[in-house]
Structures are given as structure tokens and as C-alpha cells.
């Protein structure tokens, strides 16, 4: 398996320019931000990636931390791996989870959790924000995550990767051993960068909400 903890200079973030939860005026200091790339044929087969991120207030950087799978016995590897990240977020008091669309990875890792009697359930111990549905429920349409970010200005280094060349490549993964062993090193290094973008700009989202969707609206 491929792990990558990395720490990105971001600018800090404020407070006032950030989406407001409730009567919480500081969710970032208590939330981690999420994405998982994966394999689904009829159900869940595997995590390709997890990858997810958190602000660390006295360095001023992210956090981010990924596993990527290379072959078929890192499948319950990395969901051993994330319930031990969750639960160190946990302690380090983090309640929120920030994603885009997340249901859709919710589902995967929780159906994954219980097929391999892992004992973790994300929604049991987070509150979820999902950043297409606060965005749909602001603007009232619909939107996706690369769209959403041309409208907050971010530009991705290494361009977009589609969800099924995903797939297809976690796909060999699982299924041939070796495969791992003949895929270029920069296409292992386009993967983990283009889920680490994924993550990055949900905390870049989340920390200019409020200051672009006055924006969009007026």
C-alpha cells in the first residue's frame, strides 16, 4: 500500500469569509475534510484512495493524509487504516466532516466497514457537511465539484482524471497483482495528486464560502 502524508502552505483561513454550521462560527478547527476514489461493480469492491485533510492552526498548513491500494490484499488493509485515521481525528476532537457529494462515500466505505467486520460506521461519530447540497440549497441548482470550483477560482495542476479510468485502473488493480509493479510511477503520483486536489479544495471552498456565494447571488 501507498501511504502519503503530506503538509500544504494555505492561506489562513477566515472565519468570517467561512460557511457557518448552526452556532458553530468555527468548523474548520474541528473538521476534517474527505474524499475517497473507489471501485464499485454492482456493490462496493474496494477503496482505491482515501484521502482526507485538516488545518493545523499552529503551523498554518494541511494535513493531508492518503492510502492508496496496490494490489487485492490492501483492500482491508486500508480500511483498517482509515478507522484508526477516524478515530485519531476523533481524539484530537474533530465532529464535522466536510465532502462533496459525500453519501456516495459514505455508502462505499460503510458497506465496505461492515463487509469486512471492521466495526466503524463514519456517520455514528461525525456530522457531515456536504458542500453540493449546502450550494444547491443556497443557489437552488444543482452542481458538480469541478464546475463549483471555477466558480471559487481554483485551478488544478495536473487536470481532471474521470471516475471511470478510475475505476478501470482499481479494477487491474485488484484483480492482477503485478499490475501495481508495471503502471508508471507518474500515473501512480497523477492519481494521489488528483485526490489530494480533490480534498484541498474542499477546505478552500469551505474557508471563501460565504465571501463568493455573496458573489454568485447578488
Same mark, same amino acid.
Given at each position: 500500500?501507498?501511504?502519503?502524508?503530506?503538509?500544504?502552505?494555505?492561506?489562513?483561513?477566515?472565519?468570517?469569509?467561512?460557511?457557518?454550521?448552526?452556532?458553530?462560527?468555527?468548523?474548520?478547527?474541528?473538521?476534517?475534510?474527505?474524499?475517497?476514489?473507489?471501485?464499485?461493480?454492482?456493490?462496493?469492491?474496494?477503496?482505491?484512495?482515501?484521502?482526507?485533510?485538516?488545518?493545523?492552526?499552529?503551523?498554518?498548513?494541511?494535513?493531508?493524509?492518503?492510502?492508496?491500494?496496490?494490489?487485492?490484499?490492501?483492500?482491508?488493509?486500508?480500511? !483498517?487504516?482509515?478507522?484508526?485515521?477516524?478515530? =485519531?481525528? *476523533?481524539?484530537? #476532537?474533530?465532529?464535522?466532516?466536510? &465532502? /462533496? %457529494?459525500?453519501?456516495?462515500?459514505?455508502?462505499?466505505?460503510?458497506?465496505?466497514?461492515?463487509?469486512?467486520?471492521?466495526?466503524?460506521?463514519?456517520?455514528?461519530?461525525?456530522?457531515?457537511?456536504?458542500?453540493?447540497?449546502?450550494?444547491?440549497?443556497?443557489?437552488?441548482?444543482?452542481?458538480?465539484?469541478?464546475?463549483?470550483? !471555477?466558480?471559487?477560482?481554483?485551478?488544478?495542476? =495536473?487536470? *481532471?482524471?474521470? #471516475?471511470?479510468?478510475?475505476?478501470? &485502473? /482499481? %479494477?487491474?488493480?485488484?484483480?492482477?497483482?503485478?499490475?501495481?509493479?508495471?503502471?508508471?510511477?507518474?500515473?501512480?503520483?497523477?492519481?494521489?495528486?488528483?485526490?489530494?486536489?480533490?480534498?484541498?479544495?474542499?477546505?478552500?471552498?469551505?474557508?471563501?464560502?460565504?465571501?463568493?456565494?455573496?458573489?454568485?447571488?447578488?
Amino acid at each position: 500500500m501507498i501511504e502519503r502524508i503530506n503538509d500544504i502552505g494555505v492561506e489562513k483561513p477566515s472565519v468570517e469569509n467561512s460557511l457557518k454550521v448552526g452556532d458553530n462560527k468555527c468548523v474548520i478547527k474541528d473538521a476534517v475534510f474527505f474524499d475517497l476514489e473507489h471501485y464499485i461493480y454492482k456493490k462496493p469492491i474496494c477503496v482505491g484512495v482515501f484521502g482526507s485533510c485538516f488545518y493545523d492552526y499552529k503551523n498554518e498548513k494541511l494535513k493531508v493524509t492518503q492510502y492508496m491500494i496496490e494490489n487485492k490484499k490492501d483492500v482491508k488493509s486500508i480500511l !483498517k487504516l482509515s478507522k484508526q485515521y477516524f478515530k =485519531n481525528m *476523533i481524539e484530537k #476532537g474533530k465532529r464535522y466532516i466536510v &465532502t /462533496f %457529494s459525500g453519501n456516495n462515500d459514505f455508502t462505499v466505505i460503510n458497506y465496505l466497514f461492515k463487509k469486512y467486520n471492521i466495526g466503524f460506521n463514519v456517520q455514528d461519530y461525525f456530522i457531515s457537511i456536504d458542500l453540493q447540497k449546502q450550494y444547491e440549497n443556497e443557489i437552488h441548482k444543482s452542481i458538480g465539484l469541478k464546475a463549483l470550483e !471555477k466558480e471559487f477560482g481554483i485551478t488544478r495542476e =495536473n487536470g *481532471i482524471i474521470s #471516475g471511470s479510468n478510475l475505476a478501470k &485502473t /482499481f %479494477s487491474k488493480i485488484v484483480k492482477d497483482s503485478e499490475y501495481i509493479n508495471r503502471m508508471p510511477n507518474v500515473k501512480k503520483q497523477r492519481i494521489l495528486l488528483y485526490n489530494e486536489q480533490d480534498v484541498v479544495s474542499l477546505f478552500d471552498i469551505y474557508t471563501k464560502w460565504n465571501k463568493q456565494t455573496h458573489y454568485i447571488l447578488f
